[in-house]
């Protein structure tokens, strides 16, 4: 079936599992548009810092308790215990700190400048080795060179390689590993039950019949596609976002899949028919944590967008995954993720929405920005994309009264190309005013508390207090970002 049945297919491969597919141009995405990422999608971490202070004072508590815990043991083998507090230095190995996915750096710049102001005794982040780990060099690059780790620098470090077996790193020395917004981007099929066998999707890819007549070396630019060689393609129009997918269904072939038995059982739970994500890369992530992690490790962190509800991933409408700047990304399959976890032995294993996460650290109800823009009385299609770029910074300004934030940072707030004249200088001036130290991006935590002191503001552009209040408490969408836990 394909995605465009108005495209003329030109044919630039073979027939592959989905996951193949996903992981051949998942490399070619970051590799032509890695720079570019934020014209694509945000995340949670690109310049908000509510998550990372979330880990940051959770990490700092933990690590805390269990040296307490540590000090009482050695109370119990008969060590004084007027003895003097531990200094760092006696408190050896250091922590190992490792972030999966390391994106803009921004996450672990405030996760280690929240956990250095938590640390008023210097017992904990004296002692943090914060490793970032990607596949890609220039990702690395990037995220080392944000600015606010500069102050970090000496016990910051990048790794290149593979997140799904992080060479270089001993067998359980690390003592706490994050990844955010990562698990969609790696391998994941798409499997359902059909007349007593398992069956997954294949894809085949195409060029739209547009782009297909710019090119001229077509066989150059075949060869190019299949080899990954990104400098060739370069020379050639810009090709992502013209893919067309066929896409058929074939019996899975499980000499390739791990996890047989587990995929297996959890289907039998999904009506025939329904396709559900298998995370795959997901699964070698918890893998490679459970070599990794110390026994007494704080644990492993993840966040992502997905489900764990029975009744949504047996939905056969829910929607499996999406497309950004012609790159696959996934909802994440908690229930299997869950599964496949105890198949590992690993344990303590906690699903929960991740708001609830960063909320239960700041101890008020949270909401985006994203949400809060939803409760809008105007909000939705019917707005153009130039009159929704007005409601945005009209709502950024009338939160950045009250707002504060602990770090300077530019709005990062491209306008839309196609707007009147006038209104594209109202709104480039409205984004000039804005206050680096207020609102930090449009994906973004807010307060029950900042809502409130902002309500007379926000009231001014159109909202309604009701229904902004109605939305702080409002159980979790069907499909929701979700912190997943383990140890």
Same mark, same amino acid.
């Given at each position: 079936?394909?995605?465009?049945?108005?495209?003329?297919?030109?044919?630039?491969?073979?027939?592959k599992?989905?996951?193949?597919w996903?992981?051949?141009?998942?490399?070619?995405?970051?590799?032509l548009?890695?720079?570019?990422?934020?014209?694509?999608?945000?995340?949670?971490?690109?310049a908000?810092?509510?998550?990372?202070?979330?880990?940051?004072?959770?990490?700092f508590?933990?690590?805390?308790?269990?040296?307490?815990?540590r000090?009482?043991?050695?109370?119990?083998?008969?060590?004084?215990?007027?003895?003097?507090?531990?200094?760092?230095?006696?408190?050896?190995?250091?922590?190992?700190?490792?972030?999966?996915?390391?994106? #803009?750096? #921004?996450? !672990?710049?405030?996760?280690?400048?929240?956990?250095?102001?938590?640390?008023?005794?210097?017992?904990?982040?004296?002692?943090?080795r914060?490793?970032?780990v990607?596949?890609?060099?220039?990702?690395?690059? +990037?995220?080392?060179?944000?600015?606010?780790?500069?102050?970090?620098r000496?016990?910051v470090?990048?790794?290149?390689?593979?997140?799904?077996?992080?060479?270089?790193?001993?067998?359980?020395?690390?003592?706490r590993?994050?990844?955010?917004?990562?698990?969609?981007?790696?391998?994941?099929?798409?499997?359902?039950?059909n007349?007593?066998e398992?069956?997954?999707?294949?894809?085949?890819?195409?060029?739209?019949?547009?782009?297909?007549?710019?090119?001229?070396?077509w066989?150059?630019?075949?060869? !190019?596609?299949?080899?990954?060689?990104?400098?060739?393609l370069?020379?050639?129009?810009a090709?992502?976002?013209?893919?067309?997918?066929?896409?058929?269904?074939?019996k899975?072939?499980?000499k390739d899949?791990?996890y047989?038995?587990?995929?297996?059982e959890?289907?039998?739970?999904?009506?025939?028919?329904?396709?559900?994500?298998?995370n795959?890369?997901?699964?070698?992530?918890?893998?490679?944590?459970?070599?990794?992690?110390?026994?007494? !490790?704080?644990?492993?962190?993840?966040?992502?967008? +997905?489900?764990?509800d029975?009744?949504?991933?047996?939905?056969?409408?829910?929607?499996?995954?999406?497309?950004f700047?012609?790159?696959y990304?996934?909802?994440?399959n908690?229930?299997?993720?869950?599964?496949?976890?105890?198949?590992?032995?690993?344990?303590?294993?906690?699903?929960?929405?991740?708001?609830?996460?960063?909320?239960?650290?700041? #101890?008020?109800?949270?909401?985006?920005?994203m949400?809060?823009?939803?409760?809008?009385?105007?909000?939705?299609?019917?707005?153009?994309?130039?009159?929704?770029?007005?409601?945005?910074?009209?709502?950024i300004?009338?939160? #950045?009264?009250?707002?504060?934030?602990?770090?300077?940072?530019?709005?990062?707030?491209?306008?839309?190309?196609?707007?009147?004249?006038?209104?594209?200088?109202?709104?480039?001036?409205?984004?000039?005013s804005?206050?680096?130290?207020?609102?930090?991006?449009?994906?973004?935590?807010?307060?029950?508390?900042?809502?409130?002191t902002? !309500?007379?503001?926000?009231? +001014?552009? +159109?909202?309604?207090?009701?229904?902004?209040?109605?939305?702080?408490?409002?159980?979790?969408?069907?499909?929701?970002y979700h912190?997943?836990?383990?140890?």
């Amino acid at each position: 079936m394909l995605q465009d049945a108005d495209a003329l297919p030109q044919l630039i491969g073979d027939y592959k599992p989905l996951d193949e597919w996903q992981a051949h141009i998942n490399t070619l995405f970051y590799r032509l548009r890695g720079d570019k990422l934020r014209t694509y999608y945000q995340t949670f971490a690109s310049a908000d810092y509510r998550l990372a202070h979330a880990l940051a004072a959770d990490y700092f508590e933990q690590v805390t308790k269990r040296e307490k815990a540590r000090g009482q043991g050695r109370e119990a083998r008969g060590e004084s215990k007027d003895a003097p507090p531990p200094s760092p230095a006696s408190l050896a190995p250091r922590l190992i700190v490792l972030e999966l996915g390391p994106g #803009n750096g #921004n996450l !672990a710049a405030c996760f280690l400048s929240h956990l250095k102001t938590l640390d008023k005794d210097g017992l904990v982040y004296p002692r943090v080795r914060y490793v970032l780990v990607d596949w890609e060099q220039s990702i690395l690059d +990037g995220a080392l060179a944000h600015p606010d780790l500069v102050p970090h620098r000496d016990r910051v470090e990048g790794l290149q390689g593979s997140v799904e077996h992080i060479a270089g790193v001993a067998d359980h020395s690390v003592d706490r590993i994050i990844c955010s917004e990562l698990w969609n981007d790696l391998p994941t099929k798409l499997m359902a039950r059909n007349a007593g066998e398992i069956e997954e999707e294949y894809l085949r890819p195409n060029l739209s019949e547009m782009l297909h007549a710019t090119i001229q070396d077509w066989s150059g630019f075949v060869r !190019a596609f299949e080899a990954k060689d990104v400098e060739r393609l370069k020379t050639f129009p810009a090709f992502l976002d013209d893919l067309v997918w066929e896409k058929e269904f074939r019996k899975v072939e499980w000499k390739d899949v791990p996890y047989r038995k587990t995929i297996t059982e959890f289907l039998k739970t999904i009506d025939e028919q329904v396709l559900v994500p298998v995370n795959l890369g997901a699964f070698a992530t918890l893998k490679e944590a459970k070599r990794l992690l110390a026994p007494d !490790a704080v644990g492993f962190s993840a966040f992502d967008a +997905g489900t764990a509800d029975p009744k949504v991933l047996n939905d056969p409408d829910k929607p499996c995954y999406g497309q950004f700047g012609g790159q696959y990304s996934f909802m994440i399959n908690f229930a299997l993720v869950e599964a496949v976890a105890k198949h590992l032995g690993l344990g303590r294993i906690t699903i929960e929405p991740q708001r609830e996460f960063v909320g239960r650290s700041l #101890n008020t109800n949270v909401i985006t920005l994203m949400d809060l823009l939803a409760t809008h009385p105007s909000a939705g299609p019917k707005l153009q994309s130039w009159e929704q770029d007005r409601l945005v910074l009209k709502t950024i300004k009338a939160l #950045n009264e009250s707002y504060e934030s602990p770090y300077s940072r530019k709005l990062d707030f491209p306008l839309q190309d196609k707007m009147p004249q006038e209104e594209r200088e109202t709104l480039n001036g409205m984004l000039l005013s804005l206050k680096r130290n207020g609102v930090p991006d449009t994906v973004a935590y807010l307060t029950e508390e900042e809502l409130a002191t902002a !309500a007379p503001d926000l009231e +001014g552009v +159109g909202y309604d207090p009701d229904t902004v209040n109605v939305a702080l408490t409002a159980p979790p969408s069907p499909i929701e970002y979700h912190h997943f836990t383990c140890k």
